[in-house]
């Protein structure tokens, strides 16, 4: 089987989730005698990210690049990367589900006259070939899915379904070999304007190398400060599980879970949440989650690297107290 994983650049810059899905990639190859992984990435003047991408146990890195592509539009991404797909001739095509994905990936795949599978949070190898997993109603329950008919099949995988610095590196760099795209500017029938820029109380915490999350133990939404200084020091976020923004103590875009965000950050440190799986299947990716809970049986010591049984309003501040004399 041959895998070809999508990375996702803007202005020079990766979208953090590109590893993420190599990583998918090369742990699916992993289970498929024979295969291989191919990674590419798009853009104008990417080679420089391209033998970044390089360096990872890949077969061979995609140079897709164009003026055209300077700029994202859905036309060019999907009009270049069929072009890359013909030439390369993967059987898998695996991409990060990013908003951008989700805008061009659909009519990629039907480009081809190929379903696609979207937002999947893993899989699995059988005697059948490759089940992927996907959730529905929120996160109560799983399904399992799998293609029909020839390839290439279209999967994208949600963020923090993989562990981005699980990457495994390469001996030596791969081979670099660009792909001669044909695109002219009329077949772009949008016209990019400036990039989308969130609102400045907005966050992106997909972001983020560190979260402070609160849960319904914050009580009222006067103690949320406590919990906002004790993330600043930590050189962290402040998030929150979905009651503390349905009630309006925090904004939405500060939501983790199955209807807000879901993210993989260094540290997850979670004060008062008692682990619905709405909640967990947003962050159970994370490195590493810290739970503080004076409930010693809430479900989130279950996904925790490290649980404290105890009352976060002693605890808060000793850690607080304890980072601001460093």
Known sequence: MKILAITEQREGKWNPVSFETVVAAQQIAATQTGSCVTAAVIGKDVRGLADELATNQVAEVLLVEHDLLERYTPDGFAIALRQAIAQSQPDLVLLPHTYQVRDYAPKLAASLGKGMIADCVGYRADKEGIVFVRQMFQGKTAADVSFQGAPPWFVSFQAGAFRGDQVTRGTAPAPITTIKIDLKQEQIRTSPLELFRE?????????????????RGIKAPENIPLAAKLAKLMGGELAASRPICDEGWLPMDRQIGSSGQTVAPKLYLALGISGAIQHVVGMKGSRTIVAINKDQNAPIF??????????????IPALTEALEKK
Request: charged residues 20%; without cysteine; aromatic residues 6%.
């Open 199 to 215: 609102a400045k109380q907005a966050v992106d915490l997909t972001q983020a190398p560190i979260l402070v999350a609160v849960g």
């Open 302 to 315: 279950e996904v925790a690297d490290y649980g404290i049984v105890g009352d976060i309003f002693e605890l």
